[in-house]
């Protein structure tokens, strides 16, 4: 019988969430090792969705197992970065055009709530990067294709993580958060090719100056 909480969730999900989040925003530090007890003692949550969750995360490279040793966060390689922005640039590009077309009222709504917060929120790196993961991952499901989203999320988890451990010491860049509002603008006026345009722009503007940093001339 599979295990809920309350409003639904599955518990392996619920697990698979919280570890994921604490795996992309570095507070579990790449090479920690993912102990299933001690994270079951950590979420309240049993060990058997720890499990569940801990195999999907090394299936998405968020985590690797290593025979006779355990599971452990998987390391960082920054070189990484530029090969998943060539895919995140054009896959962006796509969500934000197919969000602009199919996003319900419910769903525009959210996306300017969330703008909004990040247009004026805390620049603090941590309260940044999570709030800005909510809107990105706001648009893969306004655009209603189910396998789009899932490509999208594992991809964001990835460059997420990287930017996280290379900005983690500066605040974030407010031309980052307006270029991302444009983006949900576009979406919400139904603007199917400037939505693909802004996103795009926003993900290139962004990890150029990523590289900027962690590879300074």
């Known amino acids: 019988m599979t295990e809920t909480v309350s409003g639904g969730e599955r518990l392996a999900d619920q697990a698979y969430r919280q570890i994921r989040d604490l795996i992309v925003a570095v507070e579990l530090a790449p090479g920690t090792p993912l102990d299933e007890k001690a994270l079951s ?21 968020l985590a690797v197992i290593y025979p006779r040793r355990g599971t452990f966060v998987a390391a960082v390689n920054i ?6 922005s060539e895919i995140r640039v054009e896959l962006e590009g796509l969500a934000a055009a197919l969000a602009a077309e199919r996003a319900t009222e419910a769903q525009r709504a959210e996306l300017v709530e969330l703008a909004d917060a990040l247009v004026h929120g805390s620049v603090q790196r941590v309260d940044h990067t999570g709030l800005d993961a909510r809107v990105h991952r706001a648009i893969y499901a306004a655009a209603h294709n189910d396998f789009l989203e899932a490509s999208l999320n594992q991809y964001l988890n990835l460059a997420f993580r990287i930017w996280n451990l290379s900005l983690r010491d500066r605040p974030a860049d407010r031309a980052h958060t307006h ?28 990890t150029a100056q990523v590289r900027s940093l962690v590879h300074p001339r």
Do not use: C, W
């Open 41 to 61: 003692a950590r979420l309240g949550l049993g060990l058997t969705p720890i499990r569940e969750a801990l195999r999907r995360l090394t299936l998405e490279k």
């Open 79 to 84: 070189a990484d970065e530029a090969r998943l």
């Open 179 to 206: 270029s991302q509002r444009a983006v949900v603008d576009a979406i919400v006026k139904g603007d199917a090719s400037a939505a693909r345009k802004a996103a795009e722009a926003h993900l290139r503007d962004f």
